[in-house]
Each structure stands twice: as C-alpha cells, then as structure tokens.
C-alpha cells in the first residue's frame, strides 16, 4: 500500500535526460521552494501512460500556477522516457527508477505486471515544500488513472 499521508517523503536521486544528456533529479532540491507531484506510472509507450502524461503536459500551468513541480516516475531507462517523451510531446520530467529503489520506498511497486516483471504501480503523491506527504494515492489498477482534481486540491491546500 502507498506511503499514507502525514508521512516523511523519502528523498531520491534518479537520471532524467536532460537537453545536454544525463542529469541528477532530487527531491530534496525542491524542499522549501516547491511543493512536488509525483507520479509513478507502470511503462512508457503504453495507452494508458500515455494519456495520462499528455493530460497532464496539456494541464501543466495549473501545477505550475498551484508552485509545484512534477515529476513522472517508473522503471523504464532515461533513455527509452525521453524517446517516448519526444514521440508524444511530454513535457513532464520523467525519472529513471530502473531498480525500483523509490518504487520500493513508496511502496507502490506492482508486482508481475502482464507476467513480465515488476513495475511500478499507477500512483500520485503530493508533497508539500517541508516534504510532508499531503496526498496518496495508488489505483486499483494500472489502467485507472489518479484523481486529478483530488492531486490539485492537495496542492491548493498546501
């Protein structure tokens, strides 16, 4: 089950592809300056990934209005999410948990996704600038999208 609310977020550093290649991405850089989303998703180039961070790329000045950054996570490489970022549009930050380490802290890993290994679940955090959880939320399944409006109310309230 997903880190509840009220918990200390665990920090990370994960790559991201960045303009000039390879870059580090940590949470704790946002802690005291911006509230910071989450969201963790199974696979690139899959239907319901894709909707979701095209959505979201389509949506991203109402987070940016509400001072947060977001951050899109699963198990894909840095390279294989910056093509797909490329191929789709996405704006997103997308950051590389090839190990499944943060999956892991979060405690939203989905195990034998379509018999084929571990993933990570469909999962949303809001995390306040003091790296508070404020919201947590893990779908029922992978192709259930979060409660958007639920993530943006946290942000609002933070």
Not at 41 to 58: K, S, W
Not at 100 to 107: G, H, I, L
Not at 117 to 138: L, P, W
Request: hydrophobic letters at 45%.
């Amino acid at each position: 089950m997903a880190l509840p609310v009220g918990t200390k977020a665990p920090d990370f550093t994960l790559k991201c592809m960045g303009p000039d290649g390879l870059v580090d991405v940590s949470l704790s850089a946002n802690l005291g300056k911006k509230n910071t989303v989450l969201l963790f998703f199974p696979l690139a180039f899959t239907g319901v990934c894709t909707q979701e961070f095209c959505d979201v790329t389509a949506g991203i000045s109402a987070y940016e209005g509400l001072d947060a950054e977001v951050y899109g996570i699963s198990v894909d490489s840095p390279f294989a999410q910056a093509a797909w970022a490329k191929q789709e549009g996405i704006s997103v930050r997308l950051l590389s948990d090839l190990d499944k380490a943060v999956a892991k802290a979060y405690d939203v890993v989905f195990p034998k996704l379509a018999e084929i290994g571990d993933t990570s679940a469909r999962a949303a955090f809001v995390i306040d600038k003091s790296g508070m959880i404020i919201h947590s939320e893990q779908t029922a399944t992978p192709k259930d999208l979060p409660d958007f409006d639920k993530v943006k109310a946290a942000l609002a309230a933070a």
